[in-house]
Structure formats: C-alpha cells, structure tokens
C-alpha cells in the first residue's frame, strides 16, 4: 500500500516539528574548534548506557534504541481492503528512531519492488526531503532497499524490508551536523526478526 509511508512519514514530520518547538530557544551548536575534532559518537564495541531492547511478539522483530519508544496502530480502508500500520518511535533531543511495519488485507497482493520503492519515495516527499542515495539489496535472505535522504535540517538513513506479506521499515533522523554513524550502525545491525 502506498499510503503505509504516508502516515509513517506524517508522524515523522510531526516529530521533528515538535523537536524544533521545544528546542527553538536554545542556542544553536558551536562549530567543532578544529578540523580535526572528533564527532559525537560511542565505539560500536561498547554497549551506551540506556540503550533498550524492544521486542515485538506482534511485529515479530526486536531492535536496540536508546530509550522506550510509544507504539500507535491505525487501521484504514483502502480500495485492496483494510491494512493495519503499527509505529514504533523514539524522539530525542536530536535524533527519531522508528520502526513501522503494515499488516495488509489477505486477498491484497501487490508487486515487491514496486513495493519497496514506492515506501521509499513516499517516506521521502512526506518529510519534503532529497533522495540521496538508493540501493536494491537482500538482507538476511529479504529483498530489500536502503537508502539515505535529506531535508533542511536532518540526515536521514532507512531500510525497507519484504518479509512475506509484511513490509517493514526502519528509520533514523540525525542532524547534518553531526556524525552519529555509531548509533546509526547499532540500530539497524540490531535489528532482528524473530521467529
């Protein structure tokens, strides 16, 4: 369904004007002194401190994020019968982590590729940002696409995953300013399905 990423990039938007309100006070970052200044990050071989383990017996996956994350699930009609949209997302200070899965009517059956590139452009034209980079790829034996993209303020990097009838995205939103490869590489290697 091509309105599963319509509503997943709208609480994506959201989520960041949010940020934006309650941060809009503050002062803006202090460029690095010297070139050479090294980014905000955590070795990968150190687990951070607060870092959780979400499961999701109904999503059948479960994935690292540094806090708790709030679930919705909406059920809509559409013309292929009604699909269910589950959302798992954390806000921080600077940084969204979500995770969003559909769940379709039984009798919807709809084109994989299609499928994943049509997620990938949705999600980008709802958060108004540039599709960076895009690459077709298999993850753990799944077709999937990754890819990068970018608006005024963030970086953001993604996967889109077929298993089975399910499709499933993962998302993480950073500041240009920032390096946050660590976290970024330790959410989504993090990322399992169970099952």
Known sequence: ?????VIYATILLLSFAAIAQEHSGRPSRPAPTTPSAPPRTTPPAVAPV???KFISEE???SVLMPGTPKETIETSQSDHGPYTTHIVLLR???NVYMVGWVD???SFNFNRQAELEANRDNFVNGIKATLLETRTTTINGYPAIEFSAENANRIFKSRVYIVGRRPYQIVIGSPKEIDDSANINRFFS???LTP
Do not use: A, I
């Open 1 to 5: 369904m091509k309105r599963f990423l």
């Open 50 to 52: 607060g870092w959780v």
């Open 59 to 61: 999503g059948g996956f």
């Open 92 to 94: 921080q200070e600077d």
């Open 104 to 106: 379709y009517d039984p």
């Open 190 to 192: 993090s990322f399992k």
